[in-house]
């Protein structure tokens, strides 16, 4: 798939990926991340960085968002840390004026305000005031990171919503997008056809719902 085709996956729920990753057997569902407003939405592909606690002397927190293109996005891998920042007002207003796509941390942010006025996607563990500079640093930009006990490579697509955030490995992206899509068709039949007199028994059934997500054979 190339980059052109990331329209085709704009419409799908978060909730619908996962079940598509349930029935192929795929981890991508990011546990304990959350959009930070009502009504975010997010889509693109991932750049990485991972944190490990700051040495002695610190190192730096990093200025790797000089090499984030336009519609990727920036996903944090800083251990789950909830005691110290990753993300927060400047970066929130570059990344926008930049046209990044969005934010992903398994950590927390702050200055949410700025995001939040903004309309800048961010996913994360939380809010919390402190600065994660002298306590974090960058160890690895553009390498494999674990978020949400899911690995996330550089490239990989990232799908969020206001049920949270989904990764899609990029060389698996096209037999997942067609197993989302069955999917969702049949839920909409279901749906159709319990909203025109079928009990939901009867309509779950006729579309095979409690096979939707089982894993294949």
Not at 71 to 81: I, K, M, T
Not at 163 to 173: C, E, L, N, Q, T
Not at 202 to 209: F, K, L, N
Request: hydrophobic letters at 40%; a negative charge; charged letters at 25%.
């Amino acid at each position: 798939m190339s980059d052109l085709d990331l329209d085709d996956w704009t419409g799908l729920s978060t909730a619908t990926v996962s079940d598509a990753l349930d029935r192929l057997a795929l981890p991508g569902s990011l546990h304990g991340l959350a959009p930070l407003g009502a009504g975010q939405r997010l889509l693109g592909r991932a750049f990485t960085v991972r944190y490990q606690a700051a040495g002695s002397p610190p190192g730096t927190v990093g200025d790797y968002l000089d090499d984030v293109t336009p519609g990727q996005v920036v996903v944090l891998d800083n251990a789950s840390r909830t005691d110290a920042t990753v993300w927060g007002d400047i970066l929130t207003a570059v990344a926008h004026h930049r046209g990044v796509a969005g934010t992903v941390i398994d950590g927390v942010c702050r200055d949410t305000h700025r995001a939040l006025g903004l309309g800048y996607p961010v996913y994360s563990r939380g809010r919390f005031m402190r600065t994660g500079k002298d306590r974090v640093e960058v160890a690895e930009v553009g390498g494999p990171v674990t978020v949400g006990g899911v690995q996330v490579r550089p490239g990989d697509l990232l799908i969020g919503d206001e049920d949270g955030v989904v990764a899609v490995p990029w060389d698996r992206a096209e037999e997942i997008l067609g197993v989302a899509r069955e999917i969702e068709e049949r839920e909409a039949g279901i749906l159709a056809a319990a909203l025109e007199g079928a009990t939901i028994a009867e309509a779950r059934s006729r579309y095979g719902y409690h096979l939707l997500q089982r894993r294949s054979s």
